[in-house]
Nanobody
Framework: RMQLVESGGGSVQAGGSLRLSCAAS????????MGWFRQAPGKEREGVAA????????IYADSVKGRFTISQDNAKNTAYLQMNSLKPEDTGMYYC????????????????????WGQGTQVTVSS
């Protein structure tokens, strides 16, 4: 069974940056796709960014395009989410997730495709 542990959340002012990390342990596979999701109070969990098995393809929610970058280091079994130009509306609990196996190696922001989830890390952006 795979375990995912997020870190790097915190409180920043608007315009600031944070880098989230997601360390995978237990069952890991080169056929994973990794995704980042977030959930604000009273709202549904939404996909933010995802990266394909090879790391060559990534997908982003329109709201974060040009500001967030997803990456992964397969040697360290770790995925990252670099968040720049943060806005108050980016506030929420951020979750790392793994799609195992990732059929076709194509990343998706559909949370129903992900079968392993971390506990989340809080991101708070003040204006």
């Amino acid at each position: 069974r795979m375990q995912l542990v997020e870190s790097g959340g915190g409180s920043v002012q608007a315009g600031g940056s944070l880098r989230l990390s997601c360390a995978a342990s237990g069952y890991t596979s080169s056929t994973n796709c990794m995704g980042w999701f977030r959930q604000a109070p009273g709202k549904e969990r939404e996909g933010v960014a995802a990266i394909s098995t090879s790391g060559e393809n990534s997908i982003y929610a329109d709201s974060v395009k040009g500001r967030f970058t997803i990456s992964q280091d397969n040697a360290k079994n770790t995925a990252y989410l670099q968040m720049n130009s943060l806005k108050p509306e980016d506030t929420g609990m951020y979750y790392c997730a793994a799609d195992v196996p990732c059929f076709g190696g194509i990343a998706t922001l559909d949370r129903e495709e992900y079968n392993y989830w971390g506990q989340g890390t809080q991101v708070t952006v003040s204006s």
